[in-house]
């Protein structure tokens, strides 16, 4: 007979048993074995009866289009000549063999093969590439390749199903699926002078191998380039994020098209509304972008915007915050002309804005490095026609105080040692006072989150 205490037993091993199976099997799974052409494909996660075939679909379209990228270095010694320093993923835009991938995943070497799908490899060439969006283009000699086609990012929801195709750890099209998690998230991860960061975030898995990988909806048409996670132990975490369709299109036709990115500025600074903010204009947070400032002579000092007001939309795109608006600004090229929704106190107000470059607004950017600058080994600039615009590092010297305490090229420079420093002038005359501790406040160029820097020269040296 059994006892009541044995059922008990019995259903407590069911249910552990059926936790075992629903974590630890999935990760078991994830292993499949190679063949001369290739890793085969499989498929991670479990995935809702109600849209089984649409990743099907999905993935049938997708798998074909994404490729994986071997970078190798031919500046090595002869005798390690060919040796492998990067890989990663693409995904193939064009018929004739455009492939666009990240700008992380080919920078270090300059030799790139491409394995598509059905196991030929060929040697690309790369046709640009963008350190500030981290895109960059390849191209192989192929005339009739599989590709995807865009999708529009800004109508992609949060909640919606996606699958994410790559080559994680040399395993070849992979494919996992989750949904979108979060829109226009900044990660603080992109360097280059005009970072651009306006993640779609998802749960779908990424890890190393799948950077420069599809993101793609139902349709099988691309939402995203899988680029980054966010993790503590190196592996998937839960927290994936890949650059939006909108800005990849964009960036990809530029490099195809001229060979850089055609940047376009405003000429404003921007934040999101903070707690400050809100107490000092009544603006609620996530209720628009706050203008901090406007520099003179640019197409928004001539449109008439100001400091204070609050950028809502842009053509009739609503931007409720500093990544929004940077992600439309940046679908832009210079000439382009803009409609502005924004507030003025209490007045709503439209303007048009002809959009110029970057190099325009900086024709008498003058750079400086004076002594105590050279001491803790940086270079920093501003703008003569705006002495009242922020500094600006220019560059950092390798092992010198200021890279060693963190301190990259474009972060803007506020504070030293708690005092404002709003004129180069003065930020020299602050260096000069030889503390052996110096505390630089200010915001990494492309974020809107104040971050500290400690240079301690007392410990440090060359």
């Not at 500046?75 to 040796?83: A, K, Q, V």
């Not at 500025?265 to 903070?274: P, R, Y």
């Not at 209720?287 to 204070?308: C, E, F, W």
């Amino acid at each position: 007979m059994i006892k009541k205490r044995d059922i008990l037993l019995i259903l407590i091993a069911v249910i552990i048993s059926t936790v075992i199976m629903r974590w630890v099997l999935p990760n078991e799974h994830k292993v499949s074995f190679s063949t001369e052409n290739g890793w085969s494909a499989f498929v991670n996660g479990v995935i809702p009866a109600s849209s089984g075939n649409n990743f099907i679909k999905a993935a049938k379209i997708g798998i074909p289009a994404v490729v994986r990228i071997t970078v190798r270095n031919k500046t090595l010694p002869i005798w390690d000549f060919g040796s492998i320093v990067s890989s990663g993923s693409g995904v193939l835009i064009t018929s004739d063999g455009y492939i666009v991938t990240n700008f992380h995943v080919i920078s270090a070497g300059s030799l790139y093969e491409v394995m598509i799908n059905d196991g030929k490899k060929y040697t690309a060439s790369l046709i640009g590439s963008d350190e500030s969006s981290d895109m960059a283009v390849l191209k192989i000699d192929r005339e009739d390749c599989p590709y995807l086609s865009f999708a529009n990012s800004d109508s992609v929801q949060i909640g919606q199903w996606v699958i994410a195709i790559g080559n994680p750890y040399r395993l070849n099209s992979t494919v996992t699926s989750g949904i979108i998690s979060g829109k226009g998230r900044t990660i603080d991860l992109l360097k280059g002078d005009y970072p651009l960061e306006s993640f779609i975030q998802t749960d779908a898995v990424f890890n190393e191998g799948n950077s420069g990988g599809a993101l793609i909806n139902e349709a099988g048409e691309l939402i995203g380039i899988n680029t980054a996670i966010f993790t503590r132990s190196g592996n998937f975490e839960g927290y994936s994020f890949a650059i939006p369709s909108n800005i990849v299109r964009k960036m990809t036709r530029d490099l195809i098209n001229y060979g850089k990115v055609q940047r376009a500025i405003l000429g404003i600074g921007i934040e999101d509304i903070s707690d400050r903010i809100n107490k000092r204009t009544g603006e609620e947070p996530g209720s628009g972008v706050y203008i901090n400032r406007v520099t003179d002579g640019t197409s928004a000092a001539r449109a008439g915007l100001q400091r204070g007001d609050i950028i809502y939309s842009i053509n009739g795109i609503t931007v409720l915050s500093y990544p929004a608006l940077q992600e439309q600004i940046a679908l832009y090229q210079p000439g382009d002309k803009v409609n502005i929704a924004f507030r003025r106190g209490q007045n709503k107000m439209k303007i048009e804005v002809e959009l110029m470059s970057p190099v325009a607004s900086e024709r008498r950017v003058i750079i400086r490095s004076d002594a105590p600058l050279k001491e803790i080994g940086m270079e920093v600039r501003y703008n003569m026609d705006n002495p009242e615009d922020e500094i600006t590092v220019q560059s950092v010297v390798r092992d010198s105080y200021a890279d060693k305490a963190g301190v990259r090229q474009g972060f803007i420079i506020r504070e030293v040692n708690g005092v404002d420093v709003k004129s180069i002038d003065k930020l020299v005359e602050e260096l000069s006072k030889n503390q052996n501790r110096i505390v630089l406040r200010g915001l990494n160029i492309g974020s809107h989150k104040v971050v500290t820097y400690s240079i301690i020269k007392s410990t440090l040296g060359f």
